[in-house]
């Protein structure tokens, strides 16, 4: 029962709508990445060898990882208000919150390389990435998205 226009939509072909949605994105935080340094040490037995029995001999190797861990946490609240226009009452008024987290680690080594599994090599050869902007606000919306079109949906399905 209900048809959308944008504010362009409406002014260019002079519809007067019965109700009005307005969305309002607020307290949108995108922080710098915060920076947390701490080592790890990683160890594996390996085969160095067979006794005279012909079994083999194991030794213990071990590695130093310094990892280095960028992350942040963006958040924004986006309020919607679908008023009347003719009545100019509030039909309903809900603010959604949404939040983005980040976080990529990379780390270099010293010690023996053999001491490292699958996982260590990628944080190793692991570059950072940081998203842009518009990817974070992207995001975003695409998290609060579903809640404003449940919103509406439930506001004009009488």
Do not use: C
Request: hydrophobic residues 30%; positive net charge.
């Amino acid at each position: 029962p209900a048809k959308f226009y944008t504010d362009w939509e409406a002014r260019r072909d002079n519809i007067k709508p019965d109700w009005v949605v307005d969305l309002q994105l607020r307290n949108m935080d995108i922080p710098m990445p915060f920076q947390n340094n701490y080592t790890r040490t990683a160890s594996n037995r390996v085969q160095t060898g067979t006794d005279t029995a012909g079994h083999p001999t194991y030794t213990t190797v071990y590695a130093t990882l310094n990892i280095t861990r960028m992350s942040f946490t963006a958040r924004a609240t986006m309020d919607l208000t679908i008023r009347d226009i003719l009545s100019n009452k509030n039909i309903s008024y809900r603010s959604f919150t949404s939040d983005y987290r980040w976080e990529q680690e990379r780390a270099s080594y010293y010690g023996d390389s053999r001491a490292l599994s699958g996982r260590d090599w990628q944080i190793i050869n692991n570059s950072y990435s940081t998203p842009r902007k518009e990817d974070i606000l992207n995001e975003l919306y695409r998290k609060i998205y579903p809640q404003v079109k449940n919103e509406i949906s439930y506001a004009v399905d009488w």
